[in-house]
Structure formats: structure tokens, C-alpha cells
């Protein structure tokens, strides 16, 4: 994990800059997330499958095989001054079916690896090594495009896929596929019963009801558009941009390290309901302020309830689901990064007519008023908020 979050640290910065550099454009980072939310939509339900169907250690080892070609091929073309807009557009694309199949894996083999009782500690640990990445990377990630060029900063990126393949390699890991069926339903069919099982089952409903708003809502704002608020609304450049990106991953770090060294995680459920509304209230406070330090912040704070509300909500979903349709409903939680960049498209067409600066605080006064909404009409949330 260590590897995997460096490795998107560099891929998601360069390829957000090369973007902010050659259109200067919202719409263009839109239309770049909302073309990977839709391969990631259509794909991650179908990753689950496979994570069901098919040994998870070696989907890992293919997928992150194919993303590190994509990407060799991207920094050659970006180095030698052949990329075209459309092309880089097809292979972000195309590394994006990749991590559709990446995604449900992972998480699905977190519960196989360690007992049951470790599993919130497990899911925090994870989530610690990748968010590690964001909070000293960023500034190099800026010091290489600025220095570097995008081309070379994709190319660095490849060390990181070499070292998620290797430490794959050699896991420890004997299972097999999950379903041994002889008669084998289709995937359609696999992939309709892990959506009834999540439906069915409110605890896990609810869950990824706040997940998807939280991700529809206030994450594009942050995984899409961020480069070009730093850059219109703050006067930034890419160092400046990381640099302050590294606050972020800081605090994220932060509260992933201390939920992965607690045995067990208390009061699951009421830190889930108040990480999401802490997520869409510093994005507000960011969104609203210029000055500097405020920036760091509220970006801080930020970082630091996504974390926690994405560790609490894998880690009760991982305890809740059995393991032979685990796989399936974790491809559903990779759904809700898709749903992020999805969603970015039609917020940097409404940004690009009103304005950033109109279109970032709407957005995390939207986020707060639909979390308070579920919260005031789901039973299941008010219990779980209320109990823990």
C-alpha cells in the first residue's frame, strides 16, 4: 500500500498539471473525471466478481501490470512532446478500467490476512500506508513537474507499480477463488446479488448512501478541480499547490496511524456520521478563505475526517459481509471513487458558467444539507450515531 499510494501521488498530480497547463480549463478536468467515473462505474462491479470468481493475488499482480504499461507508454509520449490531449485522455482512460479491477481486490483481501478482531486495525493500517504517500510526496511530486516536466514525473511513478507487483509476488497468501460452483451464474447475475445484498442489509445501505454523497458531492472539488483553485483562486503554482496538498495527506496520515494502533475501533457508527459532516464543513470553511494559513487548515481537516470516515466505513463492511460475496460488495465502495469523478464533469460545466468561487462553496453547503437530510429521515443512521 506504501507503493500504491505513492505510485497515484505522481500519476494524479502530473496528470491533473498536464491538463491545468494545456487547457486552463474546468471543463477539461471534468470531462478527464467523468470519463474515468464512467469506466469506473461500469467496471468495479465487475472487478468485485472477479475478486469473487478468481485468485485475488493474481488480479492484483495483471491489473497493476496493465496500469504500469499504460503508464510507460503515457510518459514516453508525454517526454518526447508526441501527447496529444485526446490521446492522454484514452490512456488515463484505459489505466482507469485498470484500477476498476484493482480496487475490490485489495479490499476484499484485507479480512483473508488477518483475523477478524484485527480487521478495523488492518483496514486503518492500509489506510495509513496510502495516505502516508499524500502527506510527504505531494512536494516532490511538485518539485518534479516543475523541474522534470509531467513526462518524467509519470515515468518516476512506474518505480511504485515494479513495487506493488513484487510485494504481491511474495504475500503469503494460499486462497483460491471464492465461488467454486460448477454451474456458475453470469456476472450480470453475480453482480446483481452483491447490489440486493447491499440494499437488503440497512447498516450497509446507509453506509454507502453517506460514502456516495460525500463522493458525488464534495470529492470532486478536491480530486478534480483542486489544481485549478490553487492555481486561479490562490495564485499558486504546482509546488505551492503541493505543498500545501502535503497538509492534507498529513493529518490523514495522522488519523489513520492512530485508528491503526487502537486494538479495536470504539463507536464505529458515531464516528462515521460525524467524520462526514466534519468533510463537508472544513470544505466549506476551505472554499470560503484566503488567506494561507486558514488554507492549510481547513485543508487539514479535511484530510483528517475523510480518512476517518472512509477507514470506519470499509472496516464495518468488511466485518458485516461474508466472505464469498465480500468481494462483490467492495466493488461497490470502488464505485463511489468512481462516482466522484463522475460527478465532476457536471460540476466543472456549472463552474465553468458561474465561476469557481461560486461553484465550491454551493457545492459544500449541497454536501452538509444532504448528509443532515439522511441523518434527519434514516432510522439506521440516528441508531447508529446514537450507539456507536
Not at 5 to 16: E, H, I, L, N, R
Not at 18 to 46: C, E
Not at 257 to 278: D, K, T
Not at 303 to 321: D, E, K, R, T
Request: net charge positive.
Amino acid at each position: 500500500m506504501v507503493f500504491s499510494g505513492s505510485t497515484f501521488v505522481f500519476q494524479w498530480y502530473a496528470q491533473s498539471w498536464f491538463i491545468v497547463q494545456t487547457t486552463d480549463s474546468p471543463l477539461a478536468l471534468g470531462l478527464l473525471g467523468g470519463g474515468r467515473g464512467i469506466v469506473m462505474t461500469l467496471l468495479s462491479v465487475y472487478g468485485g466478481v472477479l475478486a469473487d470468481r478468481l485468485n485475488r493475488r493474481w488480479l492484483l499482480i495483471v491489473s497493476q501490470t496493465l496500469s504500469m504499461l499504460i503508464y510507460a507508454v503515457l510518459s514516453a509520449l508525454v517526454i518526447m512532446d508526441m501527447a496529444e490531449l485526446w490521446l492522454v485522455f484514452v490512456l488515463v482512460l484505459l489505466s482507469s478500467a485498470a484500477l476498476a479491477m484493482d480496487q475490490p481486490v485489495r479490499q476484499a483481501l484485507i479480512p483473508e490476512l488477518v483475523p477478524t478482531r484485527d480487521v478495523p486495525g488492518a483496514t486503518a493500517l492500509v489506510a495509513a500506508a496510502q495516505m502516508g504517500a499524500f502527506a510527504y510526496l505531494p512536494p516532490l511530486a511538485g518539485v518534479a513537474i516543475d523541474h522534470l516536466g509531467t513526462g518524467w514525473t509519470f515515468a518516476l511513478s512506474l518505480i511504485g507499480h515494479l513495487g506493488i507487483i513484487g510485494a504481491a509476488a511474495m504475500m503469503h497468501y494460499r486462497g483460491g477463488p471464492v465461488r467454486r460452483e460448477t454451474a456458475r451464474p453470469t456476472a450480470w447475475a453475480d453482480a446483481r446479488e452483491g447490489f440486493r445484498y447491499s440494499v437488503d442489509h440497512r447498516q450497509v445501505f446507509w453506509l454507502f448512501a453517506i460514502t456516495w454523497a460525500l463522493s458525488g458531492l464534495g470529492w470532486p472539488l478536491i480530486v478534480t478541480l483542486s489544481p485549478l483553485w490553487f492555481k486561479n483562486e490562490l495564485g499558486m503554482g504546482a509546488t505551492g499547490f503541493t505543498l500545501v496538498s502535503s497538509a492534507w495527506g498529513t493529518a490523514s496520515l495522522a488519523a489513520s496511524l492512530y485508528l491503526a494502533q487502537r486494538r479495536q475501533i470504539p463507536m464505529m457508527g458515531r464516528l462515521f456520521v460525524v467524520s462526514a459532516f466534519a468533510f463537508c464543513g472544513s470544505l466549506l470553511l476551505f472554499s470560503l478563505t484566503r488567506s494561507i494559513p486558514l488554507v492549510v487548515i481547513s485543508w487539514g481537516l479535511n484530510g483528517l475526517a475523510y480518512s476517518v470516515n472512509m477507514i470506519v466505513m470499509i472496516a464495518m463492511i468488511q466485518i458485516a459481509v461474508p466472505n464469498e460475496i465480500r468481494g462483490r460488495v467492495m466493488g461497490l465502495t470502488s464505485v463511489s471513487r468512481s462516482v466522484s469523478q463522475l460527478s465532476g464533469l457536471p460540476l466543472s460545466a456549472i463552474a465553468q458558467v458561474v465561476g469557481m468561487s461560486v461553484m465550491v462553496p454551493g457545492m459544500a453547503v449541497v454536501c452538509l444539507a444532504v448528509c443532515g437530510v439522511m441523518l434527519l429521515f434514516a432510522p439506521t443512521l440516528r441508531r447508529m450515531a446514537a450507539e456507536g
